[in-house]
């Protein structure tokens, strides 16, 4: 939890000697236990197989996500943990089997790089919903020898080309790497529930993820009111495509929305009340929540049978998905805004990220590192 952080040192941990020469080693920051800011430290990653590709790191992302599980706020992290699971870098090596990239390509690796690749969802390119459960960037057993993933807070990353994604070449890079993670975990719930022409969305919180929301929900043609916390943002969501802003602690603006949405996506990364925005729905519509806040949310049922409305989840999106959102970004010409920041500053942003205080997504460039 956030107030048990009790120090502001930094410490580095030396670099062990390599064990298996073929195995790349790798820098980056890392939080050593949940009470600790981030700080140096170096690793090795597994060697790569013939379906790998070895990606120097040029851009990450940083997600709400890596804040809560850098300080355990739901519970399963494992330390010490690289975060970063919104990468873009270049190819710099590939396996003997490796078709799709060549040394030299850009390529971005987002949340899910591996998957048991044969149940139901895998096949169907919904690796995100693997039965056996994904492998993530960071923080979980990889498949190849069980050691636990470090994410892309890193100078280089290793990954198999299957859960690799090409990157459209007119986009920025630094405001491409947020679309691997706020891009797609938007995009997919977007299209999944039809945002549109003739469909009211509203978004909840003007944050990595609400923007991107913002962005597509507008680009699909949908008419979109962003809720906000925030009133000084209001420029700014109408300049990223909001039709209306309204203030979520306004009782009387609230009220002037009641069951008037088709779709409503919840990005608010902390506890807030969930009815105050299910009674904006309408008959048979959809509140889906992806802001995954360290409490459990409660909500009155008469919210829900007074307007046959359902509540729902989306987590992040499929290989297939998330280069579908890639080239739908390239044709459309959108990209995250970013604010770069070198490595050393990645505690501080964490800090401002919980004051509500980024616009709207702080990427860090990788070559403060070295
Ligand atoms: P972020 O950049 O920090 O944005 C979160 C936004 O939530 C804030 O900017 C703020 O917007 C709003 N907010 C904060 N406190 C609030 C409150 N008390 N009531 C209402 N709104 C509040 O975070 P992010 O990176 O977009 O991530 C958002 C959440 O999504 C996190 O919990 C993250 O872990 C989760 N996430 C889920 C998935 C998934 O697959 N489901 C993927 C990525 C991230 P305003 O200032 O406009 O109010
Ligand atoms: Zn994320
Ligand atoms: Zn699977």
Known sequence: MRSKRVSTRTVAIDFCPERNPFM???????ALNAQSPLAPFSFTRREPGPTDI????????????????????WGFSSFPMVPGHEIVGRVTATGSSVTRF???????VGVVIDSCRHCDPCKKGQENFCVEGMVEAYNTPDRFDGSITRGGYSSNYVVDERYAHTVPENLSLPGVAPLLCAGITTYSP???????????VGIVGLGGLGHMALKFAHSFGAHVVQFTTSFKKKEDA?????????LSTDADAMKAQSKSFDFILDTAAAPHSLDTYL????LDATMTLVGLPDKPPSISVFNLITRRASIAGSMIGGVTETQEMLDYCGQHNITSDVEVIPIQKVNEAFERMLRQDVKYRFVIDMSSLK
């Open 24 to 30: 790349p080693s790798s820098k980056g920051y890392a």
């Open 54 to 73: 070895t990606v120097d790191i040029l851009y990450c992302g940083v997600c709400h996500s890596d804040l809560h599980q850098s300080r355990n706020e």
């Open 102 to 108: 060549k040394p030299g390509q850009i390529a971005a």
């Open 190 to 200: 977007l299209r999944h529930w039809g945002a549109g022409p003739g469909k009211k």
């Open 238 to 246: 109408l300049r990223l495509g909001a039709d209306e802003v309204v």
């Open 279 to 282: 009674a904006l729905l309408k």
